[in-house]
């Protein structure tokens, strides 16, 4: 669907005031709550736009796939710094921004917000307009295009975006060892204060793993200093835990997101646990009652939502509530587009 058709079709909803719902990929589609209205599929508004692997910049149509975009960038040498989960085959680039998903690197290279330069948006007036542009010195509309991210699909519907890439670290190993879940958190936050070239950190509820990449001479001295032992196949562990595929993952009810200081002490919540970003992202399946486990997260300075199979029903406090309805009145006035996604009021 090319952006004149997609501006009619927003403009005839704006005159009725009908609700659309925004979609791709569906990959992210348990996220929030159900969205209603008449659905927008962005799946054919696809295509890479622009890409010089030598000015580290790639811009894309919103309904382009994550795997085409990772090949192109893989074919370079380079990456998507922020590791983005998939969730599925037809993940696509605007689903992952609108989400503002990162993955287990996000604590040492940055979130998906980070590495946005600019977009092109279509707002609920009816208006093409475009947010920042392809160089990280361009500060005009910058903010506008980050706040985007992670706003999932609320403010209007992304055409393109353009990303900040990276190259690949020549060398990559993960060291892994036993220990508890205490001990981890005292592991993973040492060494997110030592310039050791580390870009993952996790406690999958046994062991605690190290991910080091770099030159291959930065990663053997890392590994000289690290001790435990190298993890097989270390690569597919890495994915795995990005798509919440791993074992912890399989178990039923209600998979909690917490997010706390990294070097916070174990929460007083009975359930599985895993930690990831250093510590500082949680993953819980608690049969606490969820006034508990909210309780718990915010006695350790966090909070907390229901990631997967749940739903989140703690109101906004009102000045951040303010904040959100002011951002949804200036973007989309007539509350258009993917209404009550977020939040009821949303």
Known sequence: MDE?????QVLKAIESRAPLRISAGKTKAFMGQDATGTL????????????DPRELVLTARSGTRLSEIEKALADAGQMLAFEPPYFGSDATLGGTISAGLSGPRRPYSGSARDFVLGCKVLNGRGEIASFGGQVMKNVAGYDVSRLLAGSHGTLGILLEISL???????SSITVSRECSQEDAISIMSEFLSRPYPVDGACHDGERAHLRI????????EARKKIPGDI?????????DLREQKLPFFHRPGTLYRIAVKPA???????????LDWGGAQRWLYSEEDVATIRHQTALSGGHVTAFRNGRNSTPLPPPLS???QRLKASFDPED???RGHIFATL
């Open 40 to 51: 927008v599929d962005l799946g054919s508004h696809c295509g890479i736009i622009e890409y």
């Open 264 to 274: 916070s002490r174990p929460l007083h919540l009975n359930g599985h646990w895993l």
């Open 4 to 8: 004149v058709s997609l501006q009619q």
């Open 164 to 170: 900040k890439v990276l190259p690949r670290p020549a």
């Open 231 to 239: 993890l097989p196949d270390a690569d597919q562990f890495w994915h």
């Open 336 to 338: 258009i587009f993917n």
């Open 213 to 220: 990449s770099g030159s291959s001479q930065a990663v053997k």
């Open 322 to 324: 303010a904040l959100h």
